[in-house]
């Protein structure tokens, strides 16, 4: 498949998966619109690149389906100008922290499996997205080093929002995290004010975990979004 293919099937997404479905925030579709999603996707799956779902990566990781990029993309409102960094947990194919970047001034993405971060930063030097910084490590810590964040975004499901990661926003700055059991979470936005921190439940969503400190534990049964 060409291009000129992968061009009008990532239009025909962003039309009838994102726009139709309440994403409404035109930084994010023109975000989702200029990314080229199949370029994050292994080969043997590039045919399903623009697919209303999810799809496998390797070591047990996906790449979320496009709705719920847009959907994680959009809570965070990320506003024009802002140059604070913005923070990935959980960097897989790079596909999120690619759109992330066409957001902010800059984004810093935590992956625990090297390869993964390996592929993902070379397929963003290929694209020349350069303001994508990519650490490998224990997510559930967050980078203290380069907080306060304008806005955090976990891309794997915590039994519970880690506090460590919570800390570091930003006043006013949002986290967007799935949290639950090992089948089903629900998609959680906190808020920071002040020294106060409010969550609104938004979707019931499957994510794959997250393992570290303040999440799961490595070898702990878990089902894949």
């Not at 009008?8 to 989702?32: F, H, P």
């Not at 045919?47 to 709705?67: F, N, W």
């Amino acid at each position: 498949m060409d291009e000129d293919v992968f061009l009008v099937q990532r239009e025909k997404m962003v039309r009838e998966q994102l726009a139709r479905r309440g994403i409404q925030s035109a930084r994010v579709l023109e975000a989702m619109r200029s990314v080229p999603r199949h370029s994050f996707v292994p080969l043997e799956h590039r045919h399903l690149a623009y697919a209303d779902g999810p799809l496998p990566i390797g070591q047990g990781q996906t790449i979320s389906q496009p709705y719920i990029v847009a959907l994680m993309t959009q809570l965070l409102d990320l506003q024009p100008g802002e140059e604070r960094p913005v923070l990935e947990i959980g960097t897989g194919s790079g596909y999120q922290a690619a759109v992330l970047a066409q957001l902010a001034a800059r984004v810093h993405t935590v992956e625990r499996f090297p390869d993964l971060s390996r592929i993902a930063g070379r397929i963003l030097h290929d694209l020349g997205i350069e303001n994508v910084q990519l650490h490998i490590g224990d997510g559930t810590l967050g980078l203290k080093q380069f907080a306060p964040f304008s806005g955090i975004l976990v891309t794997a499901a915590a039994p519970e929002t880690p506090r460590e990661l919570l800390d570091q926003l930003a006043n006013e700055a949002r986290l967007v995290i799935p949290v639950g059991g090992r089948g089903q979470q629900q998609l959680e936005l906190w808020q920071r004010q002040g020294s106060q921190f409010s969550c609104t439940e938004i979707a019931p969503v499957a994510f794959v975990p997250l393992i570290g400190k303040y999440g799961w534990q490595e070898g702990a049964g878990h089902s894949l979004w």
